[in-house]
């Protein structure tokens, strides 16, 4: 195809380093940005060189694909609109507020041919994509995904807004039915709850206890899974896998008679590989990294978190 014509849909924090990006690419052409903020849309629009528009439904035409980077409560809204005009769509996590909604959406998609990739950013970690010719069968997985507070993406749950990246990265790993979910949360700051952490079981015996806070201390972004012959442990932040497995280890270390290895990876622009990965897809016409039933998958676990959470804070408020 010609050089694929894109448009960003919402120019807030996340929206306007998507323009930059796209603006940076010779592969693709960026004709417009939205958003209902004319002051908004036009700043990101000189700074990227391109043109504002304050209603999306401007840019049907003049668009093969889309990144939209609206709150999640409009996510539905916008995407159908640009899925029902034949355009490929981005659309950043959570992919929608409801479960229908995501059904929609795929469906609309797959029925016209079009692509849909979720914006689960940590994918495309450079930590994280080795991981693939690593983790084998985890059978107990830890994490932590804790912020310190930056009032953002308080529209929504910690469990929609941070914990869902670890929701996906586990569900992509274990492969395996969700049999039981144990989980409570709490609301400290904002009118969604803020702390959160949930016990996964999977039908495989795998274990994963998952843990997510917007109003730490400290930032933290860690990983940490067990198998049958080996203990991965994987920071975010700094790009570190630590692998401890069976060998030939010295007695006298850490971790008697195992071996431990770590590897370090140059930080990478994930936001950057991650449109560069959609718009190889757009132009290839192939499954993009994250599809938008890995997003439903991820949106599946993450509102059975919430209603267990608040299932939990009902029982408590009786006593």
């Known amino acids: 195809m010609n050089k694929p014509r894109i448009a960003v ?7 306007k380093f998507h323009a930059q990006k796209y603006a940076g ?21 000189r700074d990227c060189s391109t043109t504002a528009y304050t209603d999306y439904r401007d840019l049907k035409d003049k668009v093969d694909a889309v990144s939209v980077v609206v709150p999640t409560n409009a996510h539905f809204e916008v995407s159908r609109f640009f899925l029902e005009h034949g355009v490929d769509v981005l659309i950043e996590k959570p992919v929608t507020n409801t479960l229908k909604e995501a059904d929609a959406l795929i469906e609309k998609a ?5 692509i849909i990739q979720v914006g689960h950013l940590e994918r495309f970690n450079s930590a994280v994509v080795p991981l693939r010719n690593i983790v084998k069968k985890p059978l107990f997985i830890e994490s932590h995904r804790l912020s310190t507070f930056k009032g953002r993406g308080i529209d929504v749950s910690v469990v929609l807004d941070l914990m869902i ?51 730490s201390m400290k930032d933290e972004r860690k990983i940490r899974m067990f198998q ?8 975010f932040s700094t790009h570190e896998i630590t692998i401890v497995k069976k060998g030939e280890g010295a007695e006298d270390a ?19 590989d991650e449109l560069r990965s959609f718009v190889h897809s757009i132009i290839h016409r192939h499954t993009p990294e994250v599809t938008g039933q890995m997003g439903r998958e991820a949106l599946r676990i993450a509102l059975s978190i919430m209603k267990q959470i608040k299932k939990n804070r009902n029982h408590i408020q009786e006593f």
């Open 165 to 215: 990246h670890d929701i996906d990265i586990i569900s992509n790993f274990v492969q395996s039915e969700l049999t039981g979910i144990h989980a409570a949360g709490v609301s400290v700051i904002s009118d969604h709850v803020d702390i959160a952490n949930a016990r996964l079981e999977f039908a495989s015996g795998c274990v994963a206890n998952v843990t997510a806070s917007r109003i």
């Open 254 to 272: 850490v971790i008697p008679g195992m071996d431990i290895q770590s590897l370090n990876f140059a930080k990478s622009d994930a936001l950057d």
């Open 9 to 15: 849909i919402g120019t807030g924090y996340l929206g």
């Open 25 to 45: 690419m010779e592969e693709v052409e960026l004709v417009g940005v939205a958003d209902t903020s004319f002051a908004s849309a036009q700043k990101t629009a």
């Open 228 to 235: 049958k012959d080996a203990y991965i442990s994987v920071d």
């Open 110 to 114: 797959e029925s016209k041919g079009l």
